[in-house]
């Protein structure tokens, strides 16, 4: 069948063709123009720079800070969240460690045997299915913990020194040997690296001695938000903790994630989940130390003053940490006597004797 037109309807047709081809060359023309003139490619080469500078710049503070590690929360009441602390060991037949990279804040320094401990902070309400290897307490500890507000403090036995402290400071301390139900001992573990606990206890824990669990008000560490690092970042961080190799915390500083990737006894640190250890702020404060015994037990000065150095988005701020009773807040300041502010996220506090040499590069 074929379709046929009068006159008046192909009329109308042309018509309608020649303005569109009209159209059509006038547009071309007003683009040639534009990038004859150097209009366009001006305008999208500012659009361009406009973008790189907002990558640059760092994001606008949030209205909510978390005071334990500075990260932006949703609701005022998040601000200040009760915490507890948890000491977990790092020997090596207790590797790979579990729920170490659920932590917020981290403290490492070394026991007997020049062996390494961790003081593991998490918030309260925090989900963690397991965490541990748990172990024993030491003084030096305690007067870190002292700076977050009598937090509930978790360990399984403690040095004769460290058990007394706990009681003269009034600490709300869960020692598994005369609580042991709000921990449990697994079975793929020789003892004394097979203790664990997990948030479920210790919030069952919480709830059952809330009277006593009465965490005060403590200072936070300042936050600020800073610019990323692209180049000339310092990418190395060996802190040598202990004289065993083994021990010895490397970082790894990564411009995609600016974050800092633990690696131990030369490889990369993952908790039993195939977790990452990772911080966002390495703190490393030189204290002075001394063996007490044969044993091995040390004293590790955590009053007066010291070199410190901090590590954040691949930039290093050196200064001087300062603590002057249990209860303070550990401050860090740089040369001119400022506080130097550090990195929101996973803090990471490394214990390092003064005559022990710290070591980073580019």
């Given at each position: 069948m074929k379709l046929k037109f009068n006159f008046d309807e192909t009329k109308y047709i042309y018509i309608l063709a020649g303005i569109i081809f009209l159209t059509g060359l006038l547009l071309l023309a007003w683009f040639g123009y534009q990038t004859l003139s150097g209009k366009s490619s001006k305008s999208a080469k500012n659009n361009f720079m406009e973008d790189i500078e907002k990558?640059?710049?760092?994001?606008?503070?949030?209205?909510?800070?978390?005071?334990?590690?500075?990260?932006?929360?949703?609701?005022?009441?998040?601000?200040?969240?009760?915490?507890?602390?948890?000491?977990?060991?790092?020997?090596?037949?207790?590797?790979?460690?579990?729920?170490?990279?659920?932590?917020?804040?981290?403290?490492?320094?070394?026991?007997?045997?020049?062996?390494?401990?961790?003081?593991?902070?998490?918030?309260?309400?925090?989900?963690v299915e397991k965490v541990g290897p748990v172990r024993s307490a030491r003084p030096y500890y305690l007067n870190w913990?002292?700076?977050?507000?009598?937090?509930?403090?978790?360990?399984?036995?403690?040095?004769?020194?460290?058990?007394?402290?706990?009681?003269?400071?009034?600490?709300?301390?869960?020692?598994?040997?005369?609580?042991?139900?709000?921990?449990?001992?697994?079975?793929?573990?020789?003892?004394?690296?097979?203790?664990?606990?997990?948030?479920?206890?210790?919030?069952?824990?919480?709830?059952?001695?809330?009277?006593?669990?009465?965490?005060?008000?403590?200072?936070?560490?300042?936050?600020?938000?800073?610019?990323?690092?692209?180049?000339?970042?310092?990418?190395?961080i060996e802190v040598p903790i202990s004289s065993n190799l083994a021990y010895k915390a490397v970082w790894q500083f990564n411009t995609t994630?600016?974050?800092?990737?633990?690696?131990?006894?030369?490889?990369?640190?993952?908790?039993?989940n195939g977790d990452e250890v990772s911080a966002d702020t390495i703190i490393v404060q030189k204290v002075k130390t001394k063996v007490l015994d044969d044993i091995g037990r040390k004293e590790i000065a955590t009053l007066g003053s010291g070199e410190v150095f901090i590590f954040r988005n691949g930039k290093v701020f050196t200064g001087e940490w300062f603590k002057e009773s249990r209860k303070d807040r550990t401050k860090f300041y740089d040369e001119t006597g400022e506080i130097i502010p550090l990195q929101a996220g996973k803090i990471w506090v490394e214990i390092l004797s003064e005559e022990k040499e710290l070591k980073y590069s580019l």
């Open positions: 990558l640059k710049k760092p994001e606008e503070d949030c209205k909510y800070k978390r005071k334990l590690d500075g990260v932006c929360v949703e609701l005022e009441k998040d601000i200040d969240p009760k915490i507890i602390a948890v000491m977990v060991e790092n020997n090596l037949e207790a590797w790979p460690l579990s729920g170490i990279a659920e932590a917020n804040v981290i403290y490492e320094a070394p026991v007997e045997g020049n062996i390494p401990r961790f003081m593991a902070i998490y918030i309260l309400d925090s989900d913990a002292s700076e977050y507000g009598n937090p509930m403090y978790l360990y399984v036995g403690g040095s004769p020194d460290a058990l007394d402290l706990i009681e003269s400071y009034g600490l709300f301390g869960m020692n598994e040997f005369s609580r042991g139900w709000y921990f449990w001992r697994s079975e793929d573990r020789a003892a004394p690296h097979n203790v664990y606990i997990s948030s479920k206890l210790w919030n069952k824990a919480s709830e059952k001695y809330s009277e006593y669990y009465n965490q005060e008000d403590y200072d936070g560490w300042v936050f600020e938000k800073i610019n990323n690092c692209a180049d000339n970042c310092v990418s190395k994630t600016q974050k800092y990737a633990r690696f131990q006894n030369t490889k990369q640190d993952f908790d039993m």
